[in-house]
């Protein structure tokens, strides 16, 4: 992938507050919510949910994770990852909480979980153009970030 196509995503990420997570229950049915996230420079995603949610209990068993980004800007990312959580510490969650700043009341609660998702697969949708802009992105490491 080109520096110039990790702007463009990047930038339409950052415009986005909210995002579609869909996660896979137990018995392999899609489960689809509302969330709000963060984006880091390597494309990895941050969020955060309570242990009693659908999506949390998914991700115990589960931990592929699909995202769509930006539904009415004419710039469309679908997003596939692993999710991985982590502490509530880490610099990624300030991130997230920089991004969203009303969730920083949530910080105590003691079912809020945070994660990090490492993409494996990105499409990028530029509708708002003559001709759409459209390209994939699949060359991550084993690690999840950019080759």
């Known amino acids: ?3 110039e196509q990790t702007k ?3 930038k339409c990420m950052a ?3 909210h995002a579609v997570i869909a996660t896979n229950c137990h018995d392999r049915a899609p489960e689809s919510a509302t969330v709000g ?3 880091k420079p390597n494309l990895e995603l941050v969020f ?5 949610t659908r999506k949390y209990q998914n991700l115990e068993h589960d931990n592929r994770v699909s995202f769509v980004i930006g539904f009415e800007s004419g710039v469309l990312i679908q997003y596939e990852g692993t999710a991985h959580q982590i502490e ?5 969650v300030e991130l997230y909480l920089n991004k969203k700043p009303s969730a920083r009341k949530h910080m105590n609660d003691a079912d809020q979980v945070w994660f990090r998702v ?3 697969w990105i499409r ?3 509708f708002g153009q003559e001709p759409h802009e459209i390209f994939e992105v699949d060359q991550f490491n084993d690690k999840g970030t950019l080759s």
């Open 15 to 17: 415009s986005q507050r």
């Open 88 to 92: 509530h510490t880490e610099a990624d």
């Open 8 to 10: 463009k995503i990047l």
């Open 37 to 39: 996230f963060a984006e």
């Open 1 to 3: 992938m080109n520096p």
């Open 48 to 52: 955060g949910t309570w242990t009693s």
């Open 118 to 120: 490492k993409p494996t």
């Open 124 to 126: 990028y949708s530029d």
